[in-house]
């Protein structure tokens, strides 16, 4: 999930921004962040821009690979997460969140060394403005990151699976192009992006207990397909407890795989 998920990208109220603030907390998201930013590979003095920026953990963290002689800007929509992600970012002098939207961002033509986007692109309308956005702000030898998971590739196990199939395909609706993670090459083109490397992350969790990444998600899944799907919200609820009860015997397991885009402008491949 990412800044910019929801419903189609709904605003987030503030109480919805602190739950899924706490799945950032969790390990399985830190280390997601941790591959992001090794794939990255930003050095000091360099000018970073996170775009959906969420409650701040990635600006902190590109704030300490840059030092003090770099910068890094947030950029997110969600005024709830831009709120979370200047408390984290409070005392930090390299770093800064603004309010802008992921296809029109509030900063000048060539600014920036590197820039992210986690778990953005899917839940907007255009893929494609967001990502000319980036070759726009990017400097002319910059890269860019961008991190999409494909829920083609969203297996749960340790329930009745034809709830979790019904569970699933409402979950599909909870983004624009919940596939975009395996066919980013187009738009990334014809945006003046060449794709340099593509890096599968997978997550295997046979203990999606309740804190971990995994237990999470499976929250979120829940809620969206109670709210937006073809299950009530009492079907939902067994199934999420059903899971919870095949947890606690060993037998539950969900598995994700979102791939890690290295972006460059065109004419610096």
């Given at each position: 999930m990412s800044a910019e998920d929801g419903a189609h990208g709904d605003e987030y109220d503030l109480a919805a921004a602190r739950a899924e603030e706490a799945a950032y907390r969790t390990e399985g998201?830190?280390?997601r962040r941790r591959f992001v930013r090794e794939t990255l590979t930003p050095t000091p003095g360099e000018a970073v821009v996170s775009v959906g920026a969420?409650?701040?953990?990635?600006?902190?963290e590109l704030a300490e690979s840059v030092g003090s002689t770099g910068r890094v800007v947030g950029v997110d929509r969600s005024r709830p997460m831009t709120r979370l992600a200047r408390e984290r970012l409070s005392g930090v002098s390299n770093a800064a969140v603004v309010a802008g939207d992921a296809?029109?961002?509030?900063?000048?033509?060539?600014?920036?060394?590197?820039?992210?986007?986690?778990?953005?692109?899917?839940?907007?309308?255009?893929p494609r403005?967001?990502?000319?956005?980036?070759?726009?702000?990017?400097?002319?030898?910059g890269r860019a990151v961008v991190f999409l998971v494909d829920?083609?590739?969203f297996p749960v196990r340790g329930t009745d699976q034809s709830r979790t199939e019904r569970v699933l395909t409402a979950w599909r609706d909870h983004c624009?192009?919940?596939?975009?993670?395996?066919?980013?090459?187009?738009?990334?083109?014809?945006?003046?992006?060449?794709?340099?490397?593509?890096?599968?992350?997978a997550v295997a969790a046979d203990e999606p207990t309740d804190g971990t990444f995994a237990g999470h998600l499976l929250d979120f899944v829940a809620e969206f397909a109670a709210d937006h799907g073809t299950v009530d919200a009492a079907e939902a609820t067994r199934w999420r407890e059903d899971l919870a009860a095949a947890t606690d015997r060993g037998e539950a397991f969900v598995g994700l795989t979102g791939y890690c885009h290295l972006l460059a402008p065109a004419s610096a491949r």
């Open positions: 998201a830190a280390e969420g409650p701040g953990f990635e600006p902190l296809t029109a961002l509030p900063l000048p033509d060539g600014v920036a060394d590197a820039a992210t986007a986690v778990q953005v692109l899917q839940y907007l309308a255009s403005a967001a990502l000319a956005e980036i070759r726009r702000v990017l400097h002319p030898s829920w083609d590739t624009r192009h919940p596939t975009l993670g395996s066919r980013l090459r187009e738009p990334a083109s014809a945006a003046g992006l060449a794709v340099r490397s593509v890096e599968p992350y």
